[in-house]
């Protein structure tokens, strides 16, 4: 039988929902940094204040926190990064760049 023309007993074509599936985890951010990215070259762009946006979520895609995968990101992560950053910055701008 071809695949094309197989229906399951719902009466939806099952080629047709995998094809859907496919196409909508196909663009699923795998990284930190690819979700970061998405949300920098999409939703911030309509924020009045996206360019101050920008920077502290470029700095958190480019550390090696953006190299986590989304599915294994912890609390854990965000705590070691805060504490990197509190070395190399004040601490009123780590709290403005967690806010963001």
Known sequence: MD???RV?????????????????????????????NEYINGPLLLHRS???EK???KVTAESWLGDIPLKDLQIKHFA???DERLLKVKPNTVMRELRI
Do not use: W
Request: proline share 5%.
């Open 3 to 5: 695949v094309r023309f």
């Open 8 to 36: 399951h007993f719902s009466g939806f074509r099952a080629d047709a929902v995998e094809e859907r599936t496919i196409k909508v985890f196909r663009d699923v951010p795998i990284t930190l940094e690819e979700a970061i």
């Open 50 to 52: 996206a360019e101050n």
């Open 55 to 57: 920077y502290p979520l």
């Open 80 to 82: 070691v990064c805060r």
